[in-house]
């Protein structure tokens, strides 16, 4: 994998600057799966939890993406639940259709958990506005811990992964590049990645 300090880029779009891996995973107070069609965040999101890494997982998403119409945090529930993950430390909205609104509606469960310092945040590879937007909606957040994945694609049937980025996700690298650029000329924190997670930046 090219390192992630060499912002190697194709075109407008730069891995480097939208990939959401930063140093190791140490435990939080909660572990946070952003929504996805996606299997694998639930498995990551269990092997987390049984490794004692967090107390309580939280779960986004409703079914908008889903052509039956589930919940895509109920089929996370089901996988963690199949995992031995106990319901009680499940807490799970079942109503947002994007990222922003995956951390909004999850406040509410949030809050029932006290001040949030810490999260280890389930997200793909290339999703480091995820990261950004969970700082924003909670100030109490210090530090954000990425869990990602490498989504494998139904549709396109291959993986989309760093290594293949240019033929397997080039459009979506681009975009999340012109997202965060977009952010960044607005003035917001993109934060500031570090061998042990994200942090906001300092002034």
């Not at 309580?56 to 052509?67: C, D, E, F, M």
């Not at 969970?134 to 100030?139: E, K, M, S």
Request: neutral net charge.
């Amino acid at each position: 994998m090219a390192s992630l300090q060499s912002m190697e880029s194709v075109g407008t779009a730069i891995p480097g600057f939208v990939d959401a891996r930063a140093g190791e995973i140490r435990s939080a107070d909660v572990i946070f799966v952003f929504g996805t069609r996606y299997w694998s965040p639930a498995e990551i999101a269990a092997s987390l939890y049984l490794k004692g890494m967090a107390p309580k997982i939280v779960l986004t998403g409703g079914p908008s993406r889903h052509p039956r119409g589930l919940a895509e945090s109920r089929i996370h529930y089901d996988l963690l639940r199949t995992a031995a993950v106990p319901g009680d430390d499940i807490l799970s909205e079942e109503t947002s259709r994007h990222t922003g609104e995956n951390v909004a509606h999850a406040l509410p469960l949030l809050d029932q958990l006290g001040s949030i310092r810490s999260v280890i945040a389930v997200v793909k590879w290339f999703h480091r506005r995820a990261l950004i937007t969970l700082a924003q909606q909670i100030p109490s957040l210090e530090r954000i811990y990425a869990a990602d994945y490498e989504p494998f694609d139904l549709d396109s049937r291959s993986t989309l992964s760093r290594s293949t980025w240019r033929t397997s996700c080039l459009e979506r690298v681009d975009r999340e590049t012109q997202y965060l650029r977009s952010l960044r000329d607005e003035g917001t924190d993109l934060l500031t990645r570090t061998n042990s997670g994200w942090t906001r930046t300092q002034d």
